[in-house]
């Protein structure tokens, strides 16, 4: 069955930088784009980032562009995300999603999701 | 930005009701909408895909419609297990853009 299992979170200064993982298993990682999505304590989603299935492609939110990097390997099954210069309004649970359908980068809804992991920015 | 607008923030509703939940986008997005269940402290599922199709394994008491600027997802009878919070979720273009939210609770 298809599994998405985030790690990386954790409590971190502002300024600071954080990297998270997201490992896939149980469908071929390698022909679907991949999209971390994050959720605010309390808050709605905010789409934060995608990357198509051969990393060719990638998209930021405009509040994360320049702070934020998606990458994959898809050797290893596993999508990044790399956080420079974090806020505290970066403080959220971050998913990782996986769209329905394979190789579409723009159909981008969801049907299956990571646990999450929280990243709290905090002095 | 597609900004997408969900009415109402909240509702309460007895067993057995019928349920609508609008969703309003500030542009034309086709039918390129999807709405996801959120309960307490668990992740998001999807329920409804490209305003209509309904997600395998979803209730048949969920529905979606519309198109363009406005769409609805409706329970056609509530039950206890649907308390949640659902999302609308535009995915016409990037950014991907949701809803605020509205929150489903029993009466």
């Known amino acids: 069955q298809v599994q998405l299992v985030e790690s990386g979170g954790g409590v971190v200064q502002p300024g600071r930088s954080l990297r998270l993982s997201c490992e896939a298993s149980g469908f071929t990682f390698s022909n679907y784009a991949m999209h971390w999505v994050r959720q605010a304590p309390g808050k709605g989603l905010e789409w934060v980032a995608v990357?198509?299935?051969?990393?060719?492609?990638?998209i930021y939110a405009d509040s994360v562009k320049g702070r934020f990097t998606i990458s994959r390997d898809n050797f290893k099954n596993t999508v990044y995300l790399q956080m420079n210069r974090l806020w505290a309004e970066d403080t959220a649970v971050y998913f990782c999603?996986?769209?329905?359908?394979?190789?579409?980068?723009?159909?981008?809804?969801?049907?299956?999701w990571g646990q999450g992991t929280l990243v709290t920015v905090s002095s | 930005d597609i900004q997408m607008t969900q009415s109402p923030s909240s509702l309460s509703a007895s067993v057995g009701d019928r349920v609508t939940i609008t969703c309003r986008a500030s542009q034309g997005i086709s039918h390129y909408v999807a709405w996801y269940q959120q309960k307490p402290g668990k992740v998001p599922k999807l329920v409804i895909y490209t305003t209509s199709t309904l997600q395998s394994g979803v209730p048949s008491r969920f529905s979606g419609s519309g198109g363009g600027t406005e769409f609805t997802l409706t329970i056609s009878s509530l039950q206890p297990e649907d308390v949640a919070t659902y999302f609308c979720?535009?995915?016409?273009?990037?950014?991907?853009?949701f809803g605020q939210g509205t929150k489903v609770e029993i009466k």
């Open positions: 979720q535009n995915y016409n273009s990037a950014p991907w853009t």
């Open positions: 990357i198509s299935y051969d990393g060719s492609n990638k």
């Open positions: 999603a996986r769209p329905q359908p394979d190789f579409d980068f723009w159909s981008a809804y969801y049907a299956y």
